[in-house]
Each structure stands twice: as C-alpha cells, then as structure tokens.
C-alpha cells in the first residue's frame, strides 16, 4: 500500500527535474564554449529523448503493465536528479572555465602588453644603436655625418609620398643614418682627398658599402637597412657598385636612398668641388634617370618635394667640444706635406670651411712670394740643392711667421705660411678692426734679398689686404691675378696667361 501511494510522488518529481534539467541546459548553451556547442546540443537532444522516455515509461503505471511499479518511479525520479545534476555540475565548471578564461585573457592582454613595450624598447634601443653609429661617423667624418642626416630626411619623405608603411619608413631613415658607416675604414688619403679620385682612390672608396653592410649585418637583423647599406650605389643600368645590379634586383629603398643621395652630395660643398645650384642637381638628376641609372618615379617626387625641403637640424648630438679640434687636427695632419712643417695653401680653404679663421672680424693680408725662374735655378744648381735652397727658404718665412704670430685655438696662429707648388703663401691676421699688426712684409723682403745676393734667385712679393669676413677663395683668386703680371714679366718664357688660376 505504501508503495503504491509514494509512487506517484516520485514519478511526477522525476519527470519535473528533467525538464528544469532541460530548460537550464538550454538555457545555457549561450554561456558555453563554441568549441562545445556541438557537444552540447547533443547531449541536450539525449536529455529529451530519455524525458519522452520517461513519460512513455510512467505511462506503463497506468496500464498495469507487469513490472514493479517502485521501480519505474524510482528509475524516472533518478534520472530526472540524474540529469539536473549534470545541469548543475556543468554550471559549475563552466563558471570556473569562465574564471580560469577570464585570468587567460588578463595575462595575455600582460603578454601583449609586455610584448609591446619590448617592441617599443627595441626600438628605441636600435634607434640609439643607430644614432650610436652615426655619431661615430661624425666623429671620424663631419660633412658625412651631415650628409646623412640630411639624406634620411629627404628620403623618409619620398617614402611617405610613395605610401611605404611605418615599420618601413623606420628601416629607411635608420638605413640612411647608417649608409656611409663604411667610410669609418677608408684612410684619411682618400676621405679628406682635396681633389678628383685617381683610379685606385675610387676602388678603395668602393669598399664602403661592404664594409657598412658587413658591420651592421652582424649586430642588426634588418634585411631592409643592409640593403640600403649595401646597395645605395647600384644603379638600373649596371653601372653601380658594388655588386653592378640591374634594374628589379635593386629594391625600392635602396632606390630611394640613391637619389636622395644624388641629390644632396650635388648640392653639398666638398673639399674637392663647390655645390651645385638646386636647378643645375635636379637637371642632373632628370640627365641620370635619361641614362637608365636612377628611378625616375623616384626622381619626379623627388623634384616635386624640393620646394618643401626643410633644413635639417642637426639633432644628433656631437660627443663633445674637442671633436672640432680632433677634426682640424686629423685635417692639419693631412694637408702638412710629409716629413717637413709646411702645410699645402689648401689647408687655409678648409680652415675658412670649417669657420674658424678670426678673419670674419679681424682684416687679414695674403702675401705671395713666388719664384718664376725657379725651373731655370733647379737646372743651374741642380735640383738637390735648388730644393734645399727652397726649403731653407721656408724654414726662415716660417720662423718669421712664428715671431709675429698670436696664439689661435683651432688654427696654428695669427699669421701662417703656406706652400702652393713652388710658391709660399703667407697668411695674416691684424689684431684689431683699426691697427694693422707690425706687418711681416718687410722681414720678408729682407730674407728674400739676401737670398737673391747669395743664390741668384729672383722673386716676387705681392700682398692682398682684405676686409674682415672675405672669403679665402676670393681673396686668393685677387691676389693671383695681382702677381700674374708680375710673374710673366720676370719670366716671359715659363709664364702663361692663367697660370695661376686658383685651381677648384
């Protein structure tokens, strides 16, 4: 009887489980992983199937079917706990797998965020490595350093115009900073060369990309920059250096970097050149892209983009102050003639370059002593002792130069002597706007004299006074072209009209 009466009961709860078991499961199929909705549904289409079951099942109590009626009430009250214990453990463990994803996305927005950072400190600390190199280029080449500077920024704006993404501008304007780092290994013969390249002078200077590209190559994995390193003098046509690449195997930044480059070494005052007007470089330029050496898409930007051209500020700091002094003092040692104290008269020209001659406010005088018939002595006297004459010579203007001479902090002194082929230049600094220093003038041609009674040897003096801030090249062309005369007179035969022409 007992039986009979709680049968029911359990019958009706079990079947009232399994459909809150049912409408929770698809309830909460939104909260579960995609990766499992699959597995899920079917489980909810099992959680049906055994609910129609069970309703099918609880139908046999009221056909008297042969089967203890306990039984199907326990087995339908069962299935139904059954089935809402599964609901609920899996609520469970889905709101702990949704904990454990929401740690998992916490730590891999740190990663990425940790991941960025790196990147940004990479960056800053290739940027540094690069304006590390640059700086040691400065420190070895002035007008290279900024040459660079000035080429990263024309080049980094042609790549903007040809829409090359951010990382890429980066490998250009790093590239540009970097591309004559191989210059570091040229000797300070060819470097500071005041003159065109011999044939063996251009082979070595052709080193320089291999150089920069094999130093770089090792510390920096930037296929882009080695290639601007590498390949910034290959052109279309083959002509280049150092691989003679053509046209496609040179790529786009390379490109860039090689008219840019063009560019501004046309307009750029070297020791060996003056610079060009910007309308005499881009018709250069237009003459380049005409022979199939530079890209002339490049090149039409580049025309387009003159105009706008900022001057580039030197933001790359120099290491220090005494940079300047090392500077002229690796350029003194170069233009001194070797095993003698006699500096070449182009040394003057670089120290008015580098603008540290106090003639910008001081008057100074160049005086000339030339020798026209010095051929005809050396064939008198021999050229051993005609030469040593010459340099006795010297060693006396020099000792008079010193008497008189101030003390200067980049240069050797107030007053300098010169030797321009078998000529000497003196160079001459007053000590105020008002009163000329007691001139060297006279102790010269007492010298002179003397050596003229003793040897024969005839000579010409000629000074050119000049106003503070005259430029060194001007005053010199004057000063030549006032001794010509002279110069033609004495020896008529050896002379020529432009003779002494200052050579560029």
């Known amino acids: 009887m007992f039986l009979s009466v709680i049968t029911p009961p359990l019958v009706i709860m079990g079947a009232?489980?399994?459909?809150?078991?049912?409408?929770?499961?698809i309830r909460l199929t939104k909260k579960i992983p995609i990766k499992f909705q699959d597995k899920w549904q079917f489980l909810l289409l099992l959680m049906a199937i055994f609910f129609c079951g069970h309703l099918l099942f609880a139908s046999l109590l009221f056909r008297r079917f042969p089967f203890p009626d306990m039984l199907i009430g326990l087995s339908i009250f069962l299935g139904g706990a059954f089935s809402l214990l599964v609901i609920i453990l899996t609520k469970g463990a889905l709101k702990k797998f949704q904990e454990e994803e929401g740690k998992l996305a916490k730590a891999a927005a740190n990663i990425?965020?940790?991941?960025?950072?790196?990147?940004?400190?990479?960056?800053?600390?290739?940027?540094d490595l690069f304006e590390m190199i640059a700086e040691v280029l400065a420190n070895r080449d002035q007008h290279t350093f900024e040459h660079d500077l000035q080429v990263a920024a024309i080049a980094k704006?042609?790549?903007?115009?040809?829409?090359?993404?951010?990382?890429?501008?980066?490998?250009?304007?790093?590239?540009?900073?970097?591309?004559?780092?191989?210059?570091?290994?040229?000797?300070?013969?060819?470097?500071?060369?005041?003159?065109?390249?011999?044939f063996q002078d251009r082979n070595i200077m052709e080193y320089h990309p291999l150089i920069g590209a094999k130093l770089v190559a090792r510390h920096i994995q930037d296929d882009k920059v080695i290639d601007i390193?590498?390949?910034?003098?290959?052109?279309?046509?083959?002509?280049?250096?150092?691989?003679?690449?053509?046209?496609?195997?040179?790529?786009?930044?390379?490109?860039?970097v090689a008219a840019a480059d063009t560019y501004h070494s046309l307009i750029s005052r070297r020791s060996y050149k003056k610079p060009l007007t910007t309308e005499k470089a881009l018709d250069m330029l237009r003459e380049e892209?005409?022979?199939?050496?530079?890209?002339?898409?490049?090149?039409?930007?580049?025309?387009?983009?003159?105009?706008?051209?900022?001057?580039?500020?030197?933001?790359?700091?120099?290491?220090a102050g005494f940079m300047k002094n090392i500077e002229i003092f690796r350029n003194r040692t170069y233009f001194r003639e070797p095993l003698s104290d006699f500096y070449n008269y182009r040394y003057l020209l670089f120290l008015d370059d580098a603008d540290v001659l106090h003639k910008e406010t001081l008057p100074y005088d160049l005086i000339l002593i030339s020798f026209?018939?010095?051929?005809?002595?050396?064939?008198?006297?021999?050229?051993?002792?005609?030469?040593?004459?010459?340099?006795?010579?010297?060693?006396?203007?020099?000792d008079i130069c010193k008497n008189f001479s101030q003390h200067r902090e980049f240069y050797d002194g107030s007053v300098m002597l010169f030797r321009k082929r078998n000529d000497y230049l003196i160079y001459q600094e007053h000590e105020d706007e008002n009163t000329a220093s007691v001139s060297v003038f006279n102790d010269i041609s007492k010298t002179l004299s003397r050596v003229k009674e003793?040897?024969?040897?005839?000579?010409?003096?000629?000074?050119?006074?000049?106003p503070p801030g005259q430029p060194t090249r001007k005053a010199l062309q004057h000063l030549l072209k006032k001794a010509e005369p002279a110069i033609q007179k004495k020896n008529p035969w050896t002379s020529r009209p432009g003779a002494y022409k200052l050579r560029r």
């Open 289 to 319: 892209v005409a022979k199939g050496r530079l890209d002339g898409r490049i090149v039409d930007i580049l025309i387009a983009l003159v105009p706008e051209l900022p001057e580039v500020e030197k933001t790359i700091p120099i290491t």
């Open 157 to 198: 704006l042609i790549g903007e115009k040809l829409g090359l993404s951010e990382d890429t501008l980066t490998s250009l304007e790093l590239g540009c900073l970097a591309h004559d780092i191989g210059k570091t290994a040229i000797p300070d013969d060819i470097l500071l060369k005041p003159a065109k390249f011999t």
């Open 112 to 127: 990425k965020q940790k991941k960025r950072k790196l990147a940004e400190n990479s960056a800053l600390y290739l940027k």
């Open 16 to 25: 009232g489980l399994m459909l809150i078991a049912l409408i929770r499961g």
């Open 454 to 466: 003793e040897w024969g040897l005839h000579f010409i003096l000629v000074n050119q006074p000049c």
């Open 229 to 256: 390193i590498l390949n910034h003098h290959e052109r279309l046509d083959g002509s280049g250096y150092p691989a003679g690449l053509k046209g496609e195997e040179i790529g786009i930044l390379p490109r860039i």
């Open 372 to 398: 026209p018939n010095f051929g005809t002595f050396q064939q008198e006297k021999g050229y051993l002792v005609a030469d040593q004459v010459f340099d006795e010579i010297g060693e006396n203007l020099m």
